[in-house]
């Protein structure tokens, strides 16, 4: 069975840069796996962030950005923000039955 | 812009069924996958399956293969997922959420929570 591991936590301080990584029991995560980044703030949906492994929606902030790391996908926040504290998820699509989320990171802004 | 409205809350009784809907506008419905995803208090996303309205087959994950059943009307643009065999570890909130473009899940309805409970 796939697992797709995030890190647990990460806490970062305003204007910081971070990097939420994204890895997969089956192997490199790669552009073929389509990985996309979500944003869950609480008592909210989940908000699209990033697809595609790079590609912004209309609505992402300029200072996230998505890319391949080594054999992980991989969101970079380039000058955090107090508001980008949040829960980040990271899918992978394994075919048209599998896509599995990772477990979520939780991004403290102190 | 697409928007995604689901319906209302719901209580069920273990081993009972529910049906949730999610009713799309602003966009083309037959076209993009459909999927649902539900949340338990305090856990993370969970792909459950989805469905593209102009084939109409739906394609399940596997935990879920049997239980699940994701279904759409085109006539009034809305998807219907409905979940039998209830247990107390279906209590959960379930979004729907839409493709769109090269995007997956790019738009997400409100979420509805079910609570199974005797």
């Known amino acids: 069975q796939t697992v797709v591991t995030q890190e647990p936590s990460l806490t970062v301080s305003p204007g910081e840069t971070v990097t939420l990584t994204c890895a997969s029991s089956?192997?490199?995560?790669?552009?073929?796996?389509?990985p996309n980044w979500f944003q869950q703030k609480p008592g909210q949906a989940p908000r699209a962030l990033i697809y595609?492994?790079?590609n912004k929606h209309s609505w992402t902030p300029a200072r996230f950005s998505g890319s391949l790391l080594g054999d992980k996908a991989a969101l970079t926040l380039s000058g955090v923000q107090p508001e980008d504290e949040a829960e980040y998820y990271c899918?992978?699509?394994?075919?048209?039955?599998?896509?599995?989320f990772g477990g979520g990171t939780k991004l403290t802004v102190l | 812009q697409v928007q995604l409205v689901q319906s209302g809350a719901e209580v069920k009784k273990p081993g009972s069924s529910v049906k949730v809907s999610c009713k799309a506008s602003?966009?083309?419905?037959?076209?993009?996958?459909i999927s649902w995803v539900r949340q338990a208090r305090g856990q993370g996303l969970e792909w459950m399956g989805g469905?593209?309205?102009?084939?109409?087959?739906?394609n399940y994950a596997q935990k879920f293969q049997g239980r699940v059943r994701i279904t759409t009307d085109e006539s009034t643009s809305t998807a219907y997922m409905e979940l039998s065999s209830l247990r107390s570890e279906d209590t959960a909130v379930y979004y729907c959420?839409?493709?769109?473009?090269?995007?997956?899940?790019?738009?997400w309805g409100q979420g509805t929570l079910v609570t199974v409970s005797s």
């Open positions: 959420a839409t493709d769109h473009g090269g995007a997956l899940l790019g738009y």
């Open positions: 602003g966009g083309t419905f037959n076209n993009y996958r």
């Open positions: 469905i593209i309205p102009i084939f109409d087959s739906g």
């Open positions: 089956a192997g490199a995560v790669t552009t073929g796996y389509y």
């Open positions: 595609s492994t790079s």
């Open positions: 899918l992978v699509y394994y075919g048209v039955a599998q896509l599995l």
